[in-house]
């Protein structure tokens, strides 16, 4: 297995080389003020802003800030530059499946055995996602009570700079025909709007491939007044009491400690100019895990790992959210393009249905070693949890894609390449209603917290992707997609394994009987649940931080990223956590200039 990996890895490289030659010459932002955490002094000082994460939320943010303020930009991962499993769009999966203390991306593991990934790099989620770029749903605006021209405005000022409308080739065209044919109407073009039907949305990766993230934002920044450091592990923010206006002390946040690489202690302090904030925007994760090293949190969880109280806030690390995903594999009859998320249909009920194809070799090889799929995991603890009239023993999404990939092993050399040809529609569930919790795992930073995101404890949620998948097993015997499929008569003996491994990883049908229909496909939906990696919360507006996003109870500090969602905005969250953080830049610039910001 380790041998097949290696050559699928430098077959991908040499692909990845020939599209860098073949494209149009691009150059990787070479910024001045980013630098290595180990060139960092012991001691920094007089900073207006201190912005904690790199990420969707935070380039935006420091790019914003800088125009008028000095800022420090502290992020814990590396340059997403000079990378090709992060820059090009064949890298996608192989980036997902790279851990090491170094890696873009860094994988986890939910209480009920669901794997997952966070970013650990400059630009966030934005450097190892899937790339699809749409806005938040109106209601989602209107929801947050954000002014709606400066949201627009906001929104604009991300995808000038790096997003674009794909051109859609076999697979993606034929799924956005699938997808009216069966219902998912009207069709609304090419539109990086929120709309009730089927798009074509926007992609942050370009025509060539190539991945534009939210660290491009940086290019807006005033490099004199930015000091970015990468390899830079917030540990914990530093207070100083504070006489605060409810004639109650309050603590204030002046600075944080920070780690390098090389594990050496570092202390950032922001200045005594009124209005000097640290800001965090390290995610759903990181965010709730530094407001409790910190002291901010449920002050008996503190006191298990006896960390000093600061604030009493038990709706720190709660309402944590991931919105359930399920897929199925289409076997298509001709090859078909590599792409990603470029087709959606948004439902009246609360589907997201998506579309990607050309990945199985890419995806063969990430299963190239020990998986959850060769050892059932048993997740017990989600039962407790969860629905009681389920099922919930096995997590069985990746045995279903092992079961797939071990039949087109299992094809001759010749036809394997063949075997392999596919494209994947999955469901995505708005939301959602069920939520769970975070809580540390230890008193390192780095380190996963534990965490539960109750997969469809809200019988809404399983009602919701119940009525998606039958919209989706609609769309594979649509006009469009049969024409792409094999019949039990048409296709090759060889390859009918492959089909038989397709067919048994869908819902099993009871057409006679809808009960037992109903129920089949909403064990499905459980048995086979997977993250899209839109997981949010932690920090809601209205539990620990206000309107204004500053943490309530503490002065000089706020949060800014996807933490503080109730649920997660349109059919994908990063566009809107980018221009949260352009958004709130210019509001804080704005409070604090007024008409002088000039933004």
Known sequence: MAKCTLLYVLVMMQIMIRCCYSARIYSDPNYSFVLNATEAPPLIRDYDYIIIGGGTAGCPLAATLSQNYSVLLLERGGQPYQNAFVENLVGFYPNLQIDTSTSASQSFTSEEGIPNQRARVLGGGSAINAGFFTYADPDFVAEAGWNVALVNDSFTWVADEIAEIPTLQTFQSAAQDALLEVGVTPYNG????????????????????????????????????????????????????????????????IGVIYVDLDGNNHTALLSENPGSEIILSAGALG?????????????????????????????????????????????????????????????????????SSGQAEVLIAATERDSVADNPTSIGSRSSWGRSDLNYDTFTAQSSLTRIFSAI??????????????????????????????????????????VWFNYFQDPQDLATCEQGIRTVLDMLNS????????????????????????????????????????????????DTVTTIWHYHGGSLVGDVVGQDYRVIGVQSL???????????????????????????????????LGTEAGV
């Open 190 to 253: 090419e539109t990086y709007e929120h709309l009730i039907g089927t798009k074509v949305g926007g992609s942050i990766f370009d025509s060539y491939g190539r991945r534009h993230t939210a660290a491009d934002l940086l290019t807006y920044a005033n490099p004199s007044n930015l000091d970015v450091y990468i390899w830079a592990s917030a540990q914990r923010l530093i207070f100083a009491p504070e006489f605060g206006a409810n004639s109650q002390w309050e603590p204030r946040a």
């Open 479 to 526: 006009p469009s997609l049969s024409r792409l499929q094999y019949t039990i008569d048409t296709i090759p003996r060889v390859l009918r394994p492959v089909r038989e491994a397709v067919e048994s990883s869908r819902p099993q049908r009871d057409l006679s009987n809808a009960t037992q229909d109903s129920i089949n496909i909403r064990q499905w939906c459980v």
């Open 409 to 450: 092993r299992e094809v001759p050399g010749p036809f394997r390449l063949q075997a392999s040809w596919s494209g994947t529609i999955l469901q995505k569930i708005w939301g959602p209603l069920s939520s769970g919790l975070l809580r540390l795992s230890s008193l390192n930073a780095i380190d996963n917290p534990r």
């Open 287 to 355: 965010t709730p895990v530094l407001l409790m090293l910190s002291g901010i949190g449920p002050a008996d969880h503190l006191a298990a790992f006896n960390i000093t109280t600061i604030l009493d806030n038990p709706a720190v690390g709660s309402n944590m959210a991931d919105n359930p995903t399920n897929s199925m594999w289409v076997l298509t009859n001709q090859a078909v393009e590599v792409s990603l998320i470029q087709v959606v249909g948004i439902t009246s009920w609360g589907s997201f249905i998506e579309i």
């Open 558 to 592: 706020r949060v800014i990223d996807g933490s503080t969602f109730r649920r997660s905005p349109g059919s994908n969250p990063q566009a809107t956590v980018m221009m949260l953080g352009r958004y709130m830049g210019v509001q804080i610039l704005r409070e604090r």
